[in-house]
């Protein structure tokens, strides 16, 4: 079975300065990843995805997430936080053989200060 | 276009009411799902529609009744519900459910069971 840890349950960063959150998965084969955003009380927003390919992955608002097979993770960047990044990140895995069920990790509260 | 509309945004009921939770896509999408969110927690999986046929049901309790009425539309029935159902309830779709595709979520609705 798969799992997806976020080590950090909170980080707070600055505004400007650089921001990483850390997933770690764990599945057998090759996996599907994604990260999403959520803002308080809102639905999640996708913010980038991998599949295969280039190991670097860009997504939106200036988000960039990287896939280390040999670590086992696919940790999310940002060179320069706004204040409007404050929000809880999720990392998940999905599975080809599990019927498209997606697993969360636990989640990174980030907050950013002025 | 890759929005998921639900209503209401949100809903107080009591434990011997009878509600129902809304979704509905117009991306063409043939898979849709429901999720639970309790605060500080990352989402999880009830139900899984694919080509309008359930296809999992992570033994949800039967006072939560799924529907499936068209390719476009998602319901949660709710019957019956317990003080600890409050939560923030979330529906996805994805492009059909096989394999690992990207799923979209619509905003949420905040269901408080008193």
């Known amino acids: 079975a798969q799992s997806v840890t976020q080590p950090d349950i909170h980080i707070t960063v600055s505004e400007g300065a650089s921001l990483e959150l850390r997933c770690n998965y764990s599945y057998g084969a090759t996996p599907y990843l994604f990260w999403y955003v959520q803002s308080p009380g809102q639905g999640l927003q996708l913010l980038l995805k991998y599949?295969?390919?280039?190991?670097?992955?860009q997504g939106i608002k200036g988000f960039e997430a990287e896939f280390k097979r040999s670590q086992s993770s696919f940790n999310l960047r940002k060179p320069s936080v706004h204040w409007s990044d404050a929000a809880?990140?999720?990392?998940?895995?999905?599975?080809?053989?599990a019927g498209n069920k997606l697993t969360f990790g636990g989640g990174t509260r980030v907050l950013v200060k002025p | 276009d890759t929005e998921v509309t639900q209503t209401p945004k949100h809903l107080v009921m009591g434990m011997t009411n009878?509600?129902?939770l809304k979704c509905e896509q117009h991306m063409g999408h043939r898979a849709m799902y429901w999720y639970k969110q309790k605060a500080?927690?990352?989402?999880?999986?009830m139900f899984?529609?694919?080509y309008e046929k359930l296809s999992i049901n992570e033994s949800v309790p039967s006072r939560f009744s799924p529907e499936c009425p068209n390719s476009s539309l998602l319901n949660l029935h709710l019957h019956a519900l317990q003080p600890?159902?409050?939560?923030?309830?979330?529906?996805?779709?994805?492009?059909d459910g096989v394999g690992t595709d990207t799923q979209y979520f619509g905003p949420g609705t905040r269901l408080t069971v008193l």
């Open chain 1, 51 to 57: 599949f295969s390919g280039d190991t670097l992955v």
């Open chain 2, 84 to 95: 600890e159902d409050s939560a923030l309830y979330l529906c996805a779709s994805s492009q």
């Open chain 2, 18 to 20: 009878k509600k129902s």
């Open chain 1, 88 to 97: 809880e990140y999720f990392c998940a895995v999905g599975a080809r053989a």
């Open chain 2, 40 to 45: 500080k927690k990352p989402p999880e999986l």
């Open chain 2, 48 to 50: 899984v529609y694919s």
